[in-house]
């Protein structure tokens, strides 16, 4: 994700588009459900988009609404 937020930036400086980025991590994301509460107190406010990814030791991409059992 580091990588992607480096990347965006750089393409945001080529192309003259005005922004900002914001990284977050979610450690424990799973014990603790970190995201809802980001949510709920406003870090993802006026958001254009957002990235999220799940580290596991198969390495594939997805996209939209998916998870790992819909992957083939």
Do not use: N, W
Not at 24 to 42: H, I, K, T, W, Y
């Amino acid at each position: 994700m580091v990588g992607a937020a480096f990347a965006i930036k750089e393409a945001m400086e080529k192309h003259k588009i005005q922004g900002t980025i914001k990284l977050f991590g979610a450690p424990a994301e799973e014990q603790l459900v970190s995201r809802p509460f980001f949510v709920r107190d406003g870090y993802f406010k006026d958001v254009d988009a957002a990235f999220h990814i799940h580290v596991d030791p198969e390495l594939y991409v997805c996209y939209g609404v998916r998870s790992k059992h819909d992957v083939g």
